[in-house]
């Protein structure tokens, strides 16, 4: 499970480019905390909580693109990720890419571009390795207020084999707010739970 998290970075940052709006906010010193749970798809093994933080590291803004770099953690795995995402007006993509699971193999210098823009409603989004369907609006909690939050089933693969399948959650000023996901070998349920500034 070393590279639990690879993906999920995917997820996470896959909430810059959910709509025109600033729905994930790129500014200095955002930390995003997330309450997770993760079972073994096989039915084989029992469910491991714990928790996942992402916060920036640094940001650039150059020649129409913002260039953001991050810092992902888990508390399955004793690696740091140091992802990449670069957002310009044509859509986003991230760098920097891992794998995991029966997958776990680094691939060096690989990149996904999640996103197009503008985003439009029903849109389907081929990258070959990543496919993304916009859905329904839906309401959800989120420290005890009620959300609005747009649904997206997205569908990963590499050589020939699924990284991640299953629904993500956006909500606008907050980004990924929920993910109901299956990442190769493992059911990943993740809801964000906190979202503050560090004080780096």
């Known amino acids: 499970m070393n590279n639990l998290?690879?993906?999920?970075?995917?997820?996470?940052?896959?909430?810059?480019?959910?709509?025109?709006?600033?729905?994930?906010?790129?500014?200095?010193?955002?930390?995003?905390?997330?309450?997770a749970k993760v079972t073994p798809s096989s039915g084989v093994g029992k469910t491991r909580s714990g928790s996942y933080v992402l916060e920036t590291l640094g940001i650039e803004r150059s020649e129409g693109n913002t260039v953001v770099s991050l810092r992902a953690r888990d508390s399955f795995s004793p690696r740091l990720k140091f992802p990449t995402i670069v957002q310009g007006d044509g859509g986003l993509v991230l760098e920097g890419v891992t794998y995991l699971g029966s997958l776990a193999q680094d691939t060096v210098d690989h990149s996904i571009r999640l996103m197009e823009f503008p985003l439009v409603e029903r849109q389907r989004i081929d990258d070959g390795d990543w496919i993304a369907y916009t859905k329904e609006r839906v309401e959800l909690e989120y420290r005890g207020s009620p959300i609005e939050a747009r649904k997206f089933y997205v569908i990963g693969t590499h050589e020939a084999r699924y990284t991640i399948v299953g629904d993500l959650?956006?909500?606008?000023?907050?980004?990924?707010?929920?993910?109901?996901?299956?990442?190769?070998?493992?059911h990943i349920e993740m809801q964000l739970s906190s979202m503050t500034e560090s004080n780096r």
Request: no cysteine; hydrophobic share 45%.
């Open 169 to 186: 959650y956006f909500s606008p000023g907050l980004g990924l707010v929920k993910v109901d996901a299956t990442i190769v070998d493992y």
């Open 5 to 35: 998290s690879s993906l999920l970075i995917a997820s996470l940052l896959l909430s810059t480019a959910a709509f025109a709006e600033d729905f994930f906010p790129t500014g200095d010193n955002h930390v995003w905390t997330y309450e």
